[in-house]
């Protein structure tokens, strides 16, 4: 067995492990613990009219869409994925400063240099007890709530979209209003790819503060309203030091549900900001360097979501609409640099019993490159999701 395999095992024997002594001890002591354990099972069949990057297949981002004749073969392609599958476990412990609140939680959607494979992935693990929460899981920046009923994985790509590490205090919280700040893991601050002068290539990011993120939402019978903000310090240095600079970073996001007609809603948001493209669901840079002698620049980027969510009935339900992301490149990138993405799609889905969802999508995406070429990509989704 290779080692990364046994890793795996090893842990979800442990975990395996956590869980019964859990439930020993919840049956011991049945007022003093309470445990959840919740996910899904779904299977994707995807059918791409087009092609995308093959690591990128199982969903639709438009950065990763071929520009050029069979940049990734020929045009056609059949995927069947089992990446969205999700498995979690929620702990709820008395305490003497009230009750902690746990999640751990993970999905076998591959990135990074796992991108491509069917592996573990963690999407949240982190304690919260009172106004304070600390670990991984959505930003503060974010506003997970505009995220529309699609079957894709990814998602529109002009949402800010980010799982972070963070010490989260929420200050204010009474009346439907509430407020809180953060700060955040840094990151990537740089997109290495992107940095490609003599004045600053080989350099990596140098992230000697946090990020600062923080928001004001708003919750009423018409749907929620939230305003959040970030502030980033963008450092870049080459190994010994004699290269390196920062640039400050900043943004905004404005984001809301409205409620139409019985549980139909619009959900909508707009986002802009330089050196933020981090915090993006997908596409641009960070930093990019000047085309003058040099130094770098935090690159501005604009995000934009528009959908619809329909609720025919209780048993059908459908989502249609459509999201960018557009950057201001550098002087000094390459010419393939990421300039603007486009992402749309519309689902008919069917729940024909409790904790069952079967349907079917259509998506289309578009990415320009700083060069003005284009590429697109036409795919169709059939999903079948089984909640437990």
């Given at each position: 067995?290779?080692?990364?395999?046994?890793?795996?095992?090893?842990?979800?024997?442990?975990?395996?492990?956590?869980?019964?002594?859990?439930?020993?001890?919840?049956?011991?002591?049945?007022?003093?613990?309470?445990?959840?354990?919740?996910?899904?099972?779904?299977?994707?069949?995807?059918?791409?009219?087009?092609?995308?990057?093959?690591?990128?297949?199982?969903?639709?981002?438009?950065?990763?869409?071929?520009?050029?004749?069979?940049?990734?073969?020929?045009?056609?392609?059949?995927?069947?994925?089992?990446?969205?599958?999700?498995?979690?476990?929620?702990?709820?412990?008395?305490?003497?400063?009230?009750?902690?609140?746990?999640?751990?939680?993970?999905?076998l959607f591959g990135v990074g240099v796992n991108a491509g494979q069917t592996t573990i992935r963690l999407r949240h693990a982190y304690g919260e007890i009172g106004p304070f929460l600390v670990g991984q899981t959505n930003s503060t920046f974010m506003d997970i709530d505009v995220y529309p009923n699609v079957i894709d994985y990814w998602g529109p790509n002009g949402m800010i979209f980010f799982r972070n590490i963070q010490a989260r205090w929420t200050f204010f919280n009474k009346g439907g209003e509430k407020a809180a700040v953060a700060l955040e893991a840094p990151g990537a601050a740089i997109d290495a790819g992107q940095v490609n002068t003599v004045d600053i290539g080989g350099v990596s990011?140098?992230?000697?503060?946090?990020?600062?993120?923080?928001?004001?939402?708003?919750?009423?019978?018409?749907?929620?309203?939230?305003?959040?903000?970030?502030?980033?310090?963008?450092?870049?240095?080459?190994?010994?030091?004699?290269?390196?600079?920062?640039?400050?970073?900043?943004?905004?996001?404005?984001?809301?549900?409205?409620?139409?007609?019985?549980?139909?809603?619009?959900?909508?948001?707009?986002?802009?900001?330089?050196?933020?493209?981090?915090?993006?669901?997908?596409?641009?840079?960070?930093?990019?360097?000047?085309?003058?002698?040099?130094?770098?620049?935090?690159?501005?980027?604009?995000?934009?979501?528009?959908?619809?969510?329909?609720?025919?009935?209780?048993?059908?339900?459908?989502?249609?609409?459509?999201s960018e992301t557009q950057q201001h490149n550098s002087g000094g990138q390459e010419p393939t640099a990421f300039h603007q993405g486009q992402y749309a799609s519309v689902n008919l889905l069917h729940y024909p019993a409790k904790n069952i969802m079967v349907g079917g999508e259509l998506l289309w995406g578009k990415l320009e490159q700083f060069n003005g070429l284009t590429g697109h990509d036409t795919r169709v989704q059939f999903s079948a999701k089984f909640n437990f």
């Open positions: 067995m290779k080692p990364k395999k046994a890793i795996y095992l090893v842990g979800i024997i442990a975990l395996l492990g956590i869980i019964v002594a859990v439930g020993e001890a919840r049956a011991a002591e049945p007022d003093t613990l309470r445990v959840e354990i919740y996910g899904f099972v779904q299977m994707d069949a995807i059918y791409d009219f087009d092609r995308v990057n093959p690591n990128w297949n199982a969903t639709l981002r438009p950065s990763t869409i071929a520009v050029g004749t069979n940049q990734f073969g020929h045009d056609g392609e059949t995927i069947f994925s089992v990446k969205q599958t999700r498995f979690g476990v929620n702990g709820f412990i008395p305490t003497e400063l009230g009750e902690l609140k746990t999640k751990f939680e993970f999905d990011s140098w992230n000697k503060f946090p990020d600062l993120t923080g928001h004001y939402r708003m919750d009423g019978p018409w749907g929620h309203f939230q305003a959040a903000g970030i502030l980033r310090w963008l450092g870049y240095s080459n190994p010994d030091g004699s290269v390196s600079g920062h640039k400050p970073g900043y943004g905004a996001n404005l984001s809301g549900t409205f409620n139409t007609v019985g549980k139909d809603k619009v959900l909508a948001q707009i986002a802009y900001g330089k050196g933020i493209a981090n915090y993006f669901n997908d596409g641009g840079a960070d930093l990019g360097p000047q085309s003058s002698a040099g130094g770098a620049e935090a690159l501005p980027i604009l995000g934009l979501l528009i959908y619809y969510d329909k609720y025919w009935s209780d048993k059908w339900s459908s989502s249609i609409g459509w």
